[in-house]
């Protein structure tokens, strides 16, 4: 019997009857179930074809990694690429996919576990990836802004408006947020108890807008907070090996404590993690969101959307500010009086006979609208309720020592993103490519062009002053029109010729009669 064999039989004697961090598993345990995981992974990952990273399939799933820029890339760029009747039902709070609607495009926050519920050889998954310690600053700040809507009208409970509507899901019923956010709301609410109660002073000596403990949970006990180690640290890679505590593998809490207590198994979740985003068809970065959206629309996107014309379409060789980074993507509730542009108007279907060109100017237009009310919701979450602001500016506050903390905690994540870089360059690579092939073509085309440019040239060569005569007559027409005369003198002289030749021959007999009738 094969290892494989062997571990497939002893894996669920192992791990049954556990419930998620409530065993401590030896290393010895622990590697056996890791290895095993990583192992059948990898195996069910060499069953896909080789071009599964490069053909878009039936079904495309974009892997929404929480703050990485995933709303933008949905609503602006993804939602524009197929039209609405082939969009997969709204499953950010729970799966709704049916395979028998045919639908085309499906966005979750879920892990890469949910493959197991889709058809996997028929669908293609993309995913963005950020800079690790951009994404902590991210989630902190995003949890804190929602929390702080509760904060406003002095909700200590989830409202009863909480409920999805058929317009969008509320952020308290979309993962990893359903967690933290009700977690910071009580955490905001008791510091304002215990502030209120000691009289203690509103704006404390030292006081820093992420060290601001009377009135919010630091960063730096954010980061060390046991829901914050086993959601956001390491997060992307987690999500990516489908290993998240909202997964559908089975074994997933334990693998993942596994990899916390012992941190030298975590390199076989990497590699799995590592080996499934190349795997996937197209694997964009935050920093490079306009880039990102650019490369997929001429990679991807040109797979089912004609060229067209270019409108805007220079891909940048600067990364995107860290100024522009510090904007966080929003979450789907709205604080009081605040809406989001209407992405229904945004993601028209095929119907507009969308090229690919067009697909990104869409997107920029789109991104721009999004971007600003995005800055408007942060405004007026924190503006009435919480004396902080979270900016690219104050994140300069934050001491050394806690970003290498954060940057240690997320090992996994550093190395997963630096793969997912060297990814991007790759797509860069083939892009390149395609605009080298398009460039030989066009120079191509051009050179027929010139060619007869160069014949008419020749023909207006002949006499200046005709030309000058002429003035700005089409000169192809002259050429055509003194070919025309040409062919008419030469059968006009033929004629002449077989008419000329036909008399010649007329009196050469009559010649000859009269010679006879002498003698």
């Given at each position: 019997?094969?290892?494989?064999?062997?571990?497939?039989?002893?894996?669920?004697?192992?791990?049954?009857?556990?419930?998620?961090?409530?065993?401590?598993?030896?290393?010895?345990?622990?590697?056996?179930?890791?290895?095993?995981?990583?192992?059948?992974?990898?195996?069910?990952?060499?069953?896909?074809?080789?071009d599964?990273?490069?053909?878009?399939?039936?079904?495309?799933?974009?892997?929404?990694v929480?703050?990485?820029?995933?709303?933008?890339?949905?609503?602006?760029?993804?939602?524009?690429?197929y039209?609405?009747?082939?969009?997969?039902?709204?499953?950010?709070?729970?799966?709704?996919?049916?395979?028998?609607?045919?639908?085309?495009?499906?966005v979750?926050?879920?892990?890469?576990?949910?493959?197991?519920?889709?058809?996997?050889?028929?669908?293609?998954?993309?995913?963005?990836?950020r800079?690790?310690?951009?994404?902590?600053?991210?989630?902190?700040?995003?949890s804190?802004?929602?929390?702080?809507?509760?904060?406003?009208?002095?909700?200590?409970?989830?409202?009863?408006?909480?409920?999805?509507?058929?317009?969008?899901?509320?952020?308290?019923?979309?993962?990893?947020?359903?967690?933290?956010?009700?977690?910071?709301?009580?955490?905001?609410?008791?510091?304002?108890?215990?502030?209120?109660?000691?009289?203690?002073e509103?704006?404390?000596?030292?006081?820093?807008?992420?060290?601001?403990?009377?009135?919010?949970?630091?960063?730096?006990?954010?980061?060390?907070?046991?829901?914050?180690?086993?959601?956001?640290?390491?997060?992307?890679?987690?999500?990516?090996?489908?290993?998240?505590?909202?997964?559908?593998?089975?074994?997933?809490?334990?693998?993942?404590?596994?990899?916390?207590?012992?941190p030298?198994?975590?390199?076989?979740?990497?590699?799995?993690?590592?080996?499934?985003?190349?795997?996937?068809?197209?694997v964009?970065?935050?920093?490079?969101?306009?880039?990102?959206?650019?490369?997929?629309?001429?990679?991807?996107?040109?797979?089912?959307?004609?060229?067209?014309?270019?409108?805007?379409?220079?891909?940048?060789?600067?990364?995107?500010?860290?100024?522009?980074?510090?904007?966080?993507?929003?979450?789907i509730?709205?604080?009081?009086?605040?809406?989001?542009?209407?992405?229904?108007?945004?993601?028209?279907?095929?119907?507009?006979?969308?090229?690919?060109?067009?697909?990104?100017?869409?997107?920029?237009?789109?991104?721009?609208?999004?971007?600003?009310?995005?800055?408007?919701?942060?405004?007026?979450?924190?503006?009435?309720?919480?004396?902080?602001?979270?900016?690219?500016?104050?994140?300069?506050?934050?001491?050394?020592?806690?970003?290498?903390?954060?940057?240690?905690?997320?090992?996994?994540?550093?190395?997963?993103?630096e793969?997912?870089?060297?990814?991007?360059?790759?797509?860069?690579?083939?892009?390149?490519?395609?605009?080298?092939?398009?460039?030989?073509?066009?120079?191509?085309?051009?050179?027929?062009?010139?060619?007869?440019?160069?014949?008419?040239?020749?023909y207006?060569?002949?006499?200046?002053?005709?030309?000058?005569?002429?003035?700005?007559?089409?000169?192809k027409?002259?050429?055509?029109?003194?070919?025309?005369?040409?062919?008419?003198?030469?059968?006009?002289?033929?004629?002449?010729?077989?008419?000329?030749?036909?008399?010649?021959?007329?009196?050469?007999?009559?010649?000859?009669?009269?010679?006879?009738?002498?003698?």
């Open positions: 019997m094969s290892t494989l064999a062997l571990l497939s039989l002893l894996l669920p004697l192992l791990i049954s009857g556990d419930v998620a961090f409530g065993f401590d598993y030896g290393r010895e345990k622990c590697s056996t179930i890791v290895k095993y995981w990583a192992e059948n992974a990898m195996h069910e990952l060499s069953l896909f074809s080789n599964h990273h490069v053909q878009l399939k039936e079904l495309l799933y974009f892997l929404h929480p703050r990485t820029g995933g709303r933008t890339y949905h609503q602006c760029l993804l939602r524009n690429l039209p609405k009747e082939q969009h997969c039902d709204r499953s950010y709070d729970k799966l709704r996919f049916n395979s028998s609607n045919h639908c085309r495009l499906l979750t926050h879920d892990d890469y576990s949910i493959l197991s519920k889709l058809p996997v050889k028929s669908t293609s998954v993309v995913t963005n990836l800079d690790p310690v951009d994404r902590v600053f991210s989630a902190y700040e995003f804190v802004e929602v929390a702080a809507r509760f904060l406003i009208h002095n909700l200590r409970r989830n409202p009863k408006t909480t409920k999805s509507g058929k317009n969008g899901s509320s952020t308290l019923n979309i993962w990893p947020w359903s967690l933290l956010v009700p977690w910071m709301r009580d955490d905001l609410f008791e510091r304002e108890r215990r502030r209120l109660s000691e009289e203690a509103i704006l404390p000596l030292g006081f820093s807008n992420y060290d601001a403990s009377p009135f919010v949970m630091p960063l730096h006990e954010f980061i060390r907070q046991p829901m914050v180690m086993d959601i956001i640290h390491n997060g992307a890679t987690f999500q990516v090996a489908g290993l998240t505590n909202n997964s559908y593998t089975k074994a997933a809490a334990k693998i993942r404590k596994c990899t916390i207590d012992h030298n198994l975590g390199h076989h979740v990497l590699e799995v993690a590592k080996k499934r985003l190349d795997k996937m068809i197209f964009g970065l935050t920093e490079k969101h306009g880039d990102s959206a650019k490369l997929f629309a001429h990679l991807i996107g040109r797979q089912i959307l004609p060229l067209g014309q270019p409108i805007s379409d220079t891909l940048s060789n600067e990364v995107i500010s860290s100024a522009d980074l510090s904007v966080p993507n929003a979450g509730s709205e604080p009081p009086n605040l809406q989001a542009p209407d992405s229904g108007s945004i993601a028209q279907s095929a119907k507009e006979n969308l090229t690919v060109y067009g697909l990104i100017d869409k997107y920029q237009k789109c991104a721009g609208r999004l971007r600003r009310t995005q800055v408007q919701r942060r405004i007026a979450s924190l503006k009435h309720s919480l004396p902080v602001n979270f900016s690219n500016e104050a994140r300069q506050e934050v001491p050394e020592e806690i970003l290498d903390e954060i940057r240690e905690m997320n090992f996994l994540d550093l190395a997963l993103y793969h997912a870089q060297r990814r991007f360059k790759s797509q860069l690579l083939i892009y390149d490519s395609l605009q080298h092939e398009l460039s030989k073509q066009h120079e191509h085309t051009s050179k027929i062009w010139d060619t007869e440019i160069d014949m008419d040239a020749g207006m060569g002949i006499d200046e002053s005709l030309q000058m005569g002429f003035g700005s007559t089409n000169w027409f002259v050429s055509v029109l003194c070919m025309a005369v040409a062919v008419v003198t030469m059968m006009a002289s033929f004629v002449v010729f077989i008419h000329g030749n036909r008399v010649f021959k007329l009196r050469k007999w009559q010649a000859r009669n009269v010679v006879h009738e002498k003698f």
